[in-house]
């Protein structure tokens, strides 16, 4: 079963910075894209950032120059880094992998349970 952890998550004060973590485990053969999605109460889940396997990245316009995605494909991870955080960042920051478990096995998209950032004065 192939299982996906985050953490770095808390509250901070508008302007500080926050770095996330997202740990893979479980039986992976390779894993593809993996990103960062967030959800705010009472709003959709919307993506924040993604990076390739081959390190290419995209982000939503509301982070870029503030938020940097990277991996370790060594070992199955995935780092979100928030700069100058504002109130509207304020989420639930979740992390997202299209896995292969086996050579032959399906590419599937796997989810993490989340992490709470709140930033706040």
């Known amino acids: 079963q192939v299982q996906f952890v985050e953490s770095g998550g808390g509250l901070v004060q508008p302007g500080g910075s926050l770095s996330l973590s997202c740990t893979a485990s479980?039986?992976?053969?390779?894993?593809?894209?993996m990103g960062w999605y967030r959800q705010a109460p009472g709003r959709q889940r919307e993506l924040v950032a993604t990076?390739?396997?081959?390190?290419?990245?995209n982000y939503a316009d509301s982070v870029k120059g503030r938020f940097t995605i990277s991996r370790d494909l060594a070992k199955n991870m995935t780092y979100l880094q928030m700069n100058n955080l504002k109130p509207e960042d304020t989420a639930v920051y979740y992390c997202?992998?299209?896995?292969?478990?086996?050579?032959?096995?399906?590419?599937?998209?796997?989810w993490g349970q989340g992490t709470q950032v709140a930033v706040s004065s």
């Open positions: 997202n992998a299209n896995v292969q478990t086996t050579r032959f096995a399906t590419i599937t998209g796997y």
């Open positions: 479980g039986r992976i053969f390779k894993i593809y894209a």
């Open positions: 990076i390739g396997s081959r390190g290419s990245t």
